[in-house]
């Protein structure tokens, strides 16, 4: 079954540095989203891609956010100065035009600041 | 209004019992109604959905039961297993404009089916 593919699975950063966490979602899907999940709390809505364009962005997604879909495959969320408080596994997730509104999670990658 | 409250927040059954897990949210324009499975260390998967159309909707030990006009959904397993023991997440989602939809997710109900 095709799935949503993230790296790394854990990384652990410097306060202020910058991070690349990236995903591949499954190949025909054209909606790609990333969430997030500080440990023990709910799955909580990132910003959401489509067309090449963020089609929305939460509060959480402030202007050390950002997304990027390079190449046509991978799909990028980068932070630019990490703090503290962005520790958290987020996880990328896509979605195909037509299946619902289905929305399909990789495993997640593990941000720890410190 | 863009809240989803979920009780409760732990669950101890015993194998072979039914787990209950409610639902209520606010916001009309939610328009479908995922339940996902987390396992620790895992992304959440996709369990069963509903729409708000229809009432009941089951696929095998899993049902979820929708009441639109009280604006409250549950998930009901049945036969709980201890593989079941996982946190699970009701979910609501809502159209975006640009494109695509958004899940709010509930708070979680950790399961546990004892032997």
């Known amino acids: 079954e095709p799935e949503v593919t993230q790296t790394p699975s854990h990384q652990v950063t410097q306060m202020g540095q910058e991070v690349i966490l990236r995903c591949v979602p499954i190949?025909?899907?054209?909606?790609f989203y990333w969430y997030r999940q500080i440990l023990g709390q709910k799955v909580e809505f990132l910003v959401s891609?489509?067309?090449?364009?963020?089609?929305?962005k939460s509060e959480i997604f402030d202007d050390q956010f950002s997304v990027e879909r390079p190449d046509g495959s991978n799909f990028t969320l980068k932070i630019r100065s990490t703090k503290l408080e962005d520790s958290a596994m987020y996880f990328c997730?896509?979605?195909?035009?037509?299946?619902?509104?289905?929305?399909?999670f990789g495993e997640g990658s593990w941000l720890t600041v410190v | 209004q863009q809240q989803v409250k979920q009780s409760p927040q732990s669950l101890i059954v015993q194998k072979g019992g039914i787990s209950i897990i409610n639902c209520a949210y606010e916001?009309?324009?939610?328009?479908?109604f995922p339940w996902y499975q987390q396992f620790p260390g895992k992304g959440p998967a996709l369990l069963i959905a509903?729409?708000?159309?229809?009432s009941e909707k089951k696929e095998g030990r899993f049902t979820i039961s929708f009441n639109k006009s009280a604006k409250q959904f549950s998930l009901h397993i049945m036969d709980s297993q201890p593989g079941d023991s996982a946190t699970y997440f009701c979910?609501?989602?809502?159209?975006?404009?640009?494109?695509?939809?958004?899940?709010?997710f509930g708070t979680g109900t950790q399961l546990k089916v004892e032997l």
């Open positions: 190949s025909n899907h054209l909606y």
């Open positions: 997730a896509s979605r195909y035009r037509g299946s619902g509104n289905t929305i399909y």
């Open positions: 509903i729409r708000p159309d229809v």
């Open positions: 891609f489509y067309n090449n364009e963020i089609s929305e």
């Open positions: 916001n009309t324009a939610f328009d479908y």
């Open positions: 979910a609501a989602s809502t159209i975006l404009t640009g494109g695509g939809n958004k899940l709010t």
